[in-house]
């Protein structure tokens, strides 16, 4: 696994892109910055993997655009120590963010393809990331609750098993709505029941499907 003076100067320059786009909190900039993308894109993407756009992964899922995957981070608000649920591992390039900031990651995968070859690459990387096959809904509450959890699919609503799984001050980001274009959403737990609601915005995911895994 080759990570070249060039690909960190091609890195350095996605990362100041990023910057320039408006996310200023260096810690996530840092952790970009310290993670090889081009190692989780197939080889035919080589020349194109820190431009910052999204590209097709396999299993029609694709690894998000890197300024998204900024953004998220940024507004979810991880501190060191964290449990955090990551709903769509997809190639596992924001799981490692969130362990670059200390975090304690949790990720499932619907897509049993491509759960098997991230889990793989990334134990590969030496990363503590625990992955599971399943349906993402369900989230995973034998290691309830969490801190914090991040939806990287766009989902029309969120499954009251997963808000169940979320700790009282606990926040969840998530692309919500139908259709071609969702709005990022950030929901604060206030009470066993009750939460506030921020949005940030237009954005576009691949869908999460609901009370599904593929083989």
């Known amino acids: 696994m080759v990570d070249s003076y060039r690909h960190k100067g091609m890195r350095k320059r996605l990362i100041d892109s990023i910057r320039k786009k408006g996310i200023t909190d260096e810690k996530i900039l840092d952790a970009m910055n310290s993670i090889p993308r081009h190692l989780f894109l197939d080889s035919s993407f080589l020349e194109y993997a820190y431009d910052d756009k999204p590209f097709p992964i396999g299993s029609g899922q694709t690894i998000s655009q890197p300024y998204t995957v900024a953004f998220q981070t940024d507004i979810l608000d991880v501190q060191k120590g964290h449990k955090v649920l990551e709903i769509g591992s ?71 098993e997963l808000f169940s799984q979320l700790k009282i001050g606990g926040k969840l980001v998530v692309p919500l709505g139908e259709g071609d274009v969702q709005t990022m959403i950030r929901l604060t737990k206030t009470s066993e029941n009750d939460f506030s609601e921020e949005q940030f915005g237009a954005f576009r995911f691949v869908p999460l499907l609901k009370n599904k895994a593929n083989d």
């Not at 799981?95 to 590969?124: M, N």
């Not at 995973?140 to 009251?160: G, K, N, Q, Y």
């Open 90 to 160: 997809g190639s596992g390039y924001q799981a490692c963010v969130l362990e670059e900031l200390g975090a304690k990651v949790f990720s499932i995968e619907r897509q049993k393809k491509l759960y098997l070859k991230t889990k793989e690459f990334i134990d590969g990387l030496g990363y503590s990331i625990k992955f599971f096959y399943g349906d993402g809904n369900k989230g995973a509450p034998s290691f309830a609750p969490f801190d914090r959890i991040l939806i990287t699919a766009a989902a029309p609503e969120i499954s009251e």
